[in-house]
């Protein structure tokens, strides 16, 4: 959900216990974005680095191949471009750290995926991630949500955050079949989807709400729901009772109040594809120092959610986890 959750942390974990339950699978790993490194670009404060054991495969940038300390077996320089040059695929001949900065888009994401599945065809595929990059979540198996200590100093505000976050990520997938094409809007009245005409590209809100009638009943938008779109959809009277339907959940990017505002006009928020979400994991470190108690809060949360929520420390227990 942010920057030092323990993101890293549970990527370095979740390879190590891959490999544990699935000897007979080689791991494969990239990132979107980039992650690994020793130290925090934007705030200089020590990182976890990300520790690969020998045969995993790795996605990275070609600027990167001499941040990865293990012996590397080059096995595709791909077309896929990041913001550190082209994306690499190297299988590690040793055990060692990396540095990963992968695709940017999903489209890339699935081409990467097609590579590394054509060299190791059973090989578990695993994406390092971020809230601002979350976008990428429907297009893999199953996802697994952090956040902790370092979103607020407030227990209530770090559940509230969390809450909100899952309940976006969880967005249940519509049962409406949905218009092709490529078109940024429709607008469902009378059983017939309508693709929205005009100026969207620079007004897209306006020229949605403008068209809603009392007949809607649904709204489906390719791209990002956010605040100021919404605000325009509630300027429109006939904008209740209705469902809004993205393409997954991270696509709807907005705040507490405006979700609260939508629960009001009985808005129903679903989504073209479901994402998998396995776990929620809860660091109570703080990157400032210091480690939170945050017992009460996992046992709030607990109790109203129907997946495993889990602390870094547990995690690290002999038990093991099982999000395969």
């Not at 200089?44 to 990275?60: M, N, S």
């Not at 699935?110 to 054509?118: D, G, L, N, R």
């Not at 049962?175 to 005409?197: C, I």
């Amino acid at each position: 959900m942010g920057k030092n959750t323990g993101k890293t942390s549970f990527l370095n974990l979740l390879l190590k216990e891959a490999g544990r339950r699935h000897p007979e699978k080689v791991m494969a790993v990239t990132s979107i974005g980039r992650d690994g490194e020793e130290r925090d670009l934007v705030t200089g404060t020590e990182k976890p680095r990300i520790y690969v054991l020998e045969g995993t495969l790795v996605a990275t940038s070609e600027e990167l191949l001499s941040k990865c300390d293990v012996t590397k077996e080059i096995l595709e320089i791909t077309g896929i471009r990041s913001s550190l040059g082209r994306v690499v695929i190297f299988r590690a001949l040793s055990d060692g750290y990396v540095e990963i900065a992968g695709p940017s888009r999903g489209g890339d994401l699935a081409h990467i995926e097609k590579t590394v599945k054509s060299i190791e065809k059973n090989c578990l595929f695993i994406v390092d991630g971020a809230l601002s990059r979350m976008s990428f979540s429907s297009k893999t198996d199953g996802a697994v949500l952090c956040t902790g200590a370092s979103i607020s100093h407030s227990q209530h505000q770090i559940y509230e955050k969390t809450m909100h976050a899952l309940s976006l990520l969880m967005l249940r997938k519509t049962d409406d079949e949905l218009p092709e094409g490529l078109g940024r809007a429709h607008l469902k009245n009378s059983e017939e989807w309508t693709e929205v005409k005009g100026d969207i590209a620079l007004s897209i809100g306006s020229e949605i709400s403008g068209q809603i009638k009392e007949s809607t009943s649904a709204i489906y938008i390719r791209g990002a729901v956010t605040d100021r779109l919404i605000r325009d959809f509630l300027s429109s009277r006939h904008f209740r009772n209705l469902a809004l339907i993205a393409g997954d959940g991270t696509q709807y990017l907005m705040s507490i109040e405006t979700l609260e505002k939508l629960n009001a006009r009985g808005i129903r928020l679903e989504a073209e594809n479901e994402i998998q979400l396995k776990m929620l994991m809860v660091n109570p470190f703080d990157p400032n120092g210091g480690e939170t108690n945050l017992r009460d809060l996992m046992v709030k949360l607990r109790n109203e959610l129907d997946i495993p929520v889990c602390s870094l420390a547990e995690l690290k227990g002999e038990k093991g986890f099982d999000v395969f």
